[in-house]
Nanobody, 120 residues
Framework: QVQVAESGGGLVQPGGSLALSCTASGNIFSIYIMAWYRQTPGKERELVAS???????NYAHSVKGTFSISGDVANHTVYLQMNNLKPEDTAVYYC??????????????WGQGTQVTVSS
């Protein structure tokens, strides 16, 4: 079993900042990538940012320059620093972890999600 836990969501005013954290635990042999997605009602889940085990990062065009993913994939923890937040950033944010479990099975596991609301 591999568990994924997010924390750090909440309510913030436009222009403010918020940081999310994601930690994977359990029966993990290795992690290839950890990523943040977000979803609003009626829309598909979209990739926000990702970090691979070689340190490579990737961002959605809409958040480049304002969001930053950091942390250590090898230690199973990543963070998402979100600056200059806008109302359109309001969503449930999910952490996704892709890797290989002890015993060889590959997995894509998701956290339960954390609500981020940007409103005055």
């Amino acid at each position: 079993q591999v568990q994924v836990a997010e924390s750090g969501g909440g309510l913030v005013q436009p222009g403010g900042s918020l940081a999310l954290s994601c930690t994977a635990s359990g029966n993990i042999f290795s992690i290839y990538i950890m990523a943040w997605y977000r979803q609003t009602p009626g829309k598909e889940r979209e990739l926000v940012a990702s970090k691979a085990d070689d340190g490579t990062t990737n961002y959605a065009h809409s958040v480049k320059g304002t969001f930053s993913i950091s942390g250590d994939v090898a230690n199973h923890t990543v963070y998402l620093q979100m600056n200059n937040l806008k109302p359109e950033d309001t969503a449930v944010y999910y952490c996704m972890v892709r890797g290989r479990a002890l015993g060889g099975r590959e997995f894509d596991n998701w956290g339960q999600g954390t609500q981020v609301t940007v409103s005055s």
